[in-house]
């Protein structure tokens, strides 16, 4: 998706502070982190959101799934919020799939 900021910073045409990086699945700290730690964890293939998934996405979200608390523990959190904002009534601002991780002090109660 040419006009997507997720699928440029996967291609590299806009900086990101990358965390993790594999064939399917790139993490990178948010640009306004609104806990101690904010990562996003975003699968490379543009996808809008949860009600854009399909059977066929399957392996490549349990990879998701799997990965992610991996990627949380390399950055030290050893436990953290997930929260994934689907559609603009969810609140979604950039439309390519991705998960916060929010962890560390001050994490407000939900
Ligand atoms: P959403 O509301 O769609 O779930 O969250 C989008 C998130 O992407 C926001 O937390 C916002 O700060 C982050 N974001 C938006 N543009 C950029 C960007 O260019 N780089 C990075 N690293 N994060 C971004
Ligand atoms: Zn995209």
Redesign the pocket.
């Known amino acids: 998706m040419s006009n997507c900021?997720f699928c440029k910073?996967v291609a590299g045409d806009?900086p990101?502070?990358k965390v993790y990086e594999d064939d399917h699945l790139l993490a990178?700290?948010?640009?306004?982190p609104?806990a101690d730690t904010?990562l996003?964890v975003i699968p490379k293939a543009h996808i809008e959101n949860l009600n854009d998934l399909t059977p066929a996405h399957s392996e490549l979200m349990g990879h998701l799934l799997v990965t992610l608390p991996r990627i949380a523990g390399a950055q030290g959190l050893k436990g953290f919020r997930t929260?994934?904002?689907t559609g603009v009534e969810g609140?979604?601002?950039?439309f390519h799939i991705?998960f916060?991780i929010l962890g560390g002090a001050d994490l407000p109660g939900f």
């Not at 990178?28 to 306004?32: E, K, L, N, P, Y």
């Not at 609140?91 to 950039?94: A, C, D, L, P, R």
């Open positions: 900021i910073i806009i990101a502070s990178f700290h948010d640009i306004a609104k904010h996003l929260i994934t904002n609140g979604q601002e950039v991705h916060h």
